[in-house]
């Protein structure tokens, strides 16, 4: 089946974002597409590259990247959600004069349109948050 | 399948403590544009995005719910708001502000979006739907 | 059209489960995840309510289960436990999810 998997919380936090990406794993595993990872709320601090959590700990956001660079996952985050909370890319650094980006790799910027596509394209939308 | 999905926005939580209510109401101005079938539910402490007389001046932050009653104009006419989740937290339809749409089909009457339903009517609501988006 | 329903808080905490269970229909399914998994706890209140709960296959995920030191012997009979891959079947099995935030 072609899935959607939606991430509403940040990492470390809460659990959303280690269900979720287990659950994408597992999906993986078996052979089903995923059509798109799409991180909003709090989610979209999933995809800052400048997390460094403690070596004996889980690497959240490398996970993701490392995951979406294997099968080639479209891990979108919110842009309005990502203004608000300061994810960054390049466009978005330039656009509003930031002196930075930090989006990690394989993530991307994009409008909540991504959603509601995720939504009407998938055969099954899968949400996880608080 | 047909090109139109029914596309179900769950609303649980209340409108302030967190920005859930918020950035959902978001999703359904966006999604709006996409031309599906939308309807809104309201079950739990969502029913409290609807209740009127919002004052968020001392609190400082941004008063969204003009965006619900404008929601007829993005062609959302389905409102559905449980009467159990209202009736426990000691609200009637009469707390809600209004939300309308104008009905096509009837020359342009102007019509309440808001439906009071049952427990049961949501249940079969959700189990109806195509799409879920739950916040 | 059966639903796959998540719950992922504890019953003790929040009213997501008594919410959920409120809103089931024969031939759903119910998947505790994350804090849900404590409502599997045997002799705890929230399990009397998911044993009254007719009709509608409950399951937890074990992850979740093992990390929290909760065991066969502490739960309640009538729970399947899955892994993600059996999270990944049930959304499979179902016509769309629920999550109970």
Known sequence: ??????????????????????????????????????????????????????????????????????????LVVCVAAA??????????????????????????????????????????????GD | MSDVKKFLYVNRKAPHGTIYAWESLEVVLIGAAFEQDVALAFVDDG?????????????????????????GDYDVQKVYVEREALEERGLTEGDLIEMTYEDEDDDWAEKSSIRIVSREEMAAIMADSDVILSF | MALLHTVNKSPYQCTSLQSCLQHVRAGDTLLLIEDGVYAVLKGGKAAEALSAANGVKVAALSADLKARGIGAEKMIDGIEVVDYGGFVDLVEQTDKTQAWL
């Open chain 2, 47 to 71: 029913v409290f995005q609807l209740v009127k007389g919002w004052d968020t001046g001392e609190l400082g932050v941004k008063n969204f719910q003009p965006s619900f009653t404008a929601l």
């Open chain 1, 1 to 74: 089946m072609k899935l959607g998997i939606v991430v509403y919380e940040g990492p470390y936090q809460h659990e959303a974002s280690d269900t979720a990406y287990n659950f994408a794993v597992a999906a993986l595993q078996k052979g089903h597409e995923i059509f798109r990872v799409f991180f909003y709320h709090d989610g979209v601090n999933n995809g800052t590259r400048l997390t460094t959590p403690p070596q004996d700990d889980r690497h959240i956001q490398q996970r993701w990247s490392e995951l979406a660079e294997k099968h080639g996952l479209d």
């Open chain 1, 83 to 128: 203004q608000r909370r300061g994810i960054v890319d390049e466009d978005e650094k330039n656009r509003h004069g930031k002196d930075a980006d930090n989006i990690a790799p394989g993530f991307r910027i994009s409008g909540l349109g991504q959603l509601i596509e995720a939504g009407i394209q998938c055969d099954r939308l899968v949400t996880f």
